[in-house]
């Protein structure tokens, strides 16, 4: 059973820097795409980063683009969002998710959740 835990979210001013991790345990490295989500109070879900397993590619949502970025380290299983020059519209929870999924998941359903972490941008 595939589990997930994020850290590493906190309070920073406009335009500083934080990295978002994702632990994630109970599955082969590789089977699983990976994807972060966010979302802000009153707001709808949105995706920020998808990583596509098994030589898919990275994508991102226009609003992050050029500020944040997402690696996976494969030896550890654990994902990561470094986001820089935060923007108070950035301001949200901040969730990672699974699904097994080899290749584009650009559409994909992730069914495997954690229970996020918050992020708060001050302006």
């Known amino acids: 059973q595939v589990r997930l835990v994020e850290s590493g979210g906190g309070s920073v001013q406009a335009g500083g820097s934080l990295r978002l991790s994702c632990a994630a345990s109970?599955?082969?490295?590789?089977?699983?795409?990976m994807a972060w989500f966010r979302q802000a109070p009153g707001k709808r879900r949105e995706g920020v980063a998808r990583?596509?397993?098994?030589?898919?590619?990275?994508y991102y949502a226009d609003s992050v683009k050029g500020r944040i970025t997402s690696s996976q380290d494969y030896a550890s299983t654990t994902v990561y969002l470094q986001m820089n020059s935060l923007k108070p519209e950035d301001t949200a929870m901040y969730y990672c998710?699974?699904?097994?999924?080899?290749?584009?998941?650009?559409?994909?359903?992730?069914?495997?959740w954690g229970q996020g972490t918050l992020v708060t941008v001050s302006s």
């Open positions: 998710a699974a699904a097994k999924v080899v290749g584009d998941c650009r559409l994909t359903a992730f069914d495997v």
């Open positions: 109970g599955y082969t490295a590789g089977s699983n795409s």
């Open positions: 990583i596509c397993t098994g030589g898919g590619n990275t």
